[in-house]
């Protein structure tokens, strides 16, 4: 029992002649893990939201599968810093918590064909007037081209 007193007194005898004072971590330690917090906070929003994004096209069926598993493809190999989440049910892609747009199935709304949407957060804009949904009923090289553009394009400053 006495040794183990005297560990104790040497070890703080030890922290008082170093002559340093801990109040814990720097105010650049704690900026550091704060960033770091934030950082896996994000990636961990978008892990969640791209396995919600996933599930949602998993649904699907058919044709409206099949584009939205390509425009998931394109997005991520044009827009890769977007997040991918769902809206409304549907698969979405998102900047900065903003939705930038969103594909709408055919069978959601028993339309004819299924629709790449955009909202107003999108630098599509083109003079007075521009389209912002562009109706899709069949994948061809040239209609992934024009996606992958509109992709840039949307997320463009």
């Known amino acids: 029992m006495a040794e183990k007193q005297a560990v104790k007194r040497t070890t703080k005898r030890s922290a008082k002649s170093t002559g340093k004072t801990s109040n ?3 105010a650049e330690e704690k900026a550091a893990m704060r960033e770091r917090a934030r950082e896996l906070k994000a990636e961990a929003g978008k892990e969640a939201g791209e396995k919600d994004l996933l599930g949602k096209i ?3 069926q058919g044709l409206d599968r099949a584009i939205a598993e390509r425009v998931h493809g394109i997005v991520k190999a044009n827009a890769p810093a977007l997040s991918p989440r769902t ?3 549907m698969p979405a892609y998102a900047k900065d918590g903003n939705v930038m747009f969103f594909f709408k199935p ?3 709304f028993k339309a004819r064909y299924a629709t790449l949407g955009f909202s107003d957060k999108a630098n599509l804009d083109d003079g007075a007037m521009w389209p912002t949904e562009f109706a899709i009923n ?3 090289a040239d209609v992934e081209a024009r996606i992958a553009a509109l992709v ?6």
Request: proline share 0%; net charge neutral; charged share 30%.
């Open 152 to 157: 840039s394009k949307a997320v463009s400053e």
């Open 138 to 140: 069949k994948l061809t």
């Open 58 to 60: 998993d649904e699907m």
């Open 24 to 26: 814990g971590f720097t």
């Open 106 to 108: 055919a069978a959601k």
């Open 87 to 89: 809206w409304y049910g």
